[in-house]
């Protein structure tokens, strides 16, 4: 099974939230975020289709374009560890390329290991940790990589 990348519509709205629900228990967003981060803000939304919505990558892009902020990742469980975040960070960097950003950066929970690998392996570095990040207090890691 090999998902299909692509932008999504803004009629994906509720299967958006749908995976948030599934994917996040206190960080996941409300419909009103998620509509503005899908229809109005400078963002890139891309979606892995296979049947279904089956994961989601909200970037957001900076005034200055030339930095983006990777937002929120996820993968349903049922379809995780088949290289389908791989798949959304591998499009996505190439989009950002080519939109001209040269950096790009993202926050995640010190205690994610599985998030933290697959950053590492897409070439993302820590540069600082933030302490009571989430709203459970929990620790962050302040990652980037140049593009
Ligand atoms: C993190 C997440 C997006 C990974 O999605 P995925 O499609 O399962 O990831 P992939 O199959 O593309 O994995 C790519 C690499 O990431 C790492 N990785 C992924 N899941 C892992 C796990 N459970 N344990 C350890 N490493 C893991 C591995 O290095 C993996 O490569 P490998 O399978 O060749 O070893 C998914 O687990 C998820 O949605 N988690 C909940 C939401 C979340 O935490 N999002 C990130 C917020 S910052």
Do not use: W
């Amino acid at each position: 099974m090999k998902p299909i990348i692509r932008v999504a519509k803004k009629e994906e709205l509720d299967a958006l939230l749908n995976l948030e629900e599934i994917c996040f228990k206190e960080e996941k967003f409300h419909r009103k975020q998620l509509n503005y981060l899908l229809l109005k803000a400078r963002s890139v939304v891309l979606v892995a289709e296979a049947g279904g919505i089956i994961g989601s990558i909200i970037v957001l892009l900076r005034e200055n374009i030339h930095n983006a902020r990777i937002y929120s990742l996820n993968v349903h469980p049922a379809y995780r560890r088949r290289g389908i975040a791989s798949l959304l960070m591998d499009k996505t960097m190439g989009l950002l390329k080519e939109k001209g950003v040269t950096k790009i950066t993202l926050e995640v929970g010190v205690n994610n290991k599985a998030a933290q690998n697959l950053y590492s392996s897409k070439g993302f570095i820590v540069d600082k940790k933030l302490y009571n990040y989430y709203k459970n207090m929990d620790d962050a890691l302040h990652l980037f990589r140049k593009l």
